[in-house]
């Protein structure tokens, strides 16, 4: 079975400063997609980015990036030149390509701090 | 709609009651899923749906828990003699693959259950 862990249950960084938040998964697939929710206290979940395993280069969405480490089944997300809207509650995700099925991690709470 | 619509977005029942959560995804997507969100902690995967039928229940905790899709798109999630371990943020979510091609969920804002 799949499983994502999410060693960090809180996390605060300074405005404008980085921070990298962690997450580790385990699965015998070789095909597969990895994500990173934002859930804000409105509560709706917000795709952040997303990787797909087969590509070698972590992707990267203006401010927040990847480093995908396969062999390691690693996944953290830096968050560069943070902002107090960043301040949230972070996913880890992952999804089988042969199930569909998106297995979460347990979350991280990030706060910002002015 | 423009997004995932979740109705009601809080609900209060008493323990054994039944109560029905309903969920209108984003048009044309054919994938839909239930998730169920206990206070700080991830998403719990219940069901998905690929159209009309459910692809994986595996999430679903026991018999008191069903979920319907019968046209492909509404889906509502119907839960029986509700237990008061049944409170919970339960959140629906939209995608227009799913499966094998499984790009972005869409979330809708959940449903807050909370039974007495």
């Known amino acids: 079975a799949q499983t994502v862990t999410q060693s960090q249950p809180e996390m605060s960084v300074q405005e404008a400063e980085t921070v990298t938040l962690s997450c580790t998964y385990d699965?015998?697939?070789?095909?597969?997609?990895l994500f990173w929710y934002k859930q804000p206290p409105s509560r709706q979940m917000i795709l952040v980015i997303r990787q797909e395993a087969y590509k070698q280069q972590n992707a990267t969405e203006n401010r927040f990036s990847v480093n995908f480490q396969k062999a390691a089944k690693s996944f953290s997300l830096k968050i560069s030149d943070s902002q107090l809207g960043d301040t949230a509650m972070y996913f880890c995700a992952f999804v089988s390509s042969n199930t569909g099925k998106l297995i979460f991690g347990q979350g991280t709470t990030l706060q910002v701090k002015p | 709609g423009a997004g995932v619509s979740q109705t009601p977005s809080n609900k209060v029942t008493e323990k054994g009651k039944y109560v029905e959560l309903r969920c209108d995804p984003i048009?044309?997507?054919?994938?839909l899923y239930w998730y169920r969100q206990s206070l700080g902690q991830g998403p719990e995967f219940l069901i998905y749906?690929?159209?009309?039928?459910?692809?994986?229940d595996s999430g679903l905790p026991n018999d008191r828990f069903f979920a319907v899709r019968p046209e492909g798109s509404v889906s509502t999630l119907k839960i029986q003699r509700t237990e008061r371990g049944d409170s919970a943020v339960y959140l629906c979510?939209?995608?227009?693959?799913?499966?094998?091609?499984?790009?972005?969920?869409?979330f809708g804002e959940g449903s807050r259950l909370t039974v007495l």
């Open positions: 699965t015998s697939e070789n095909n597969y997609y």
């Open positions: 749906f690929q159209g009309t039928g459910a692809a994986d």
């Open positions: 048009s044309g997507h054919t994938a």
């Open positions: 979510a939209s995608s227009l693959l799913g499966g094998a091609n499984t790009g972005e969920l869409f």
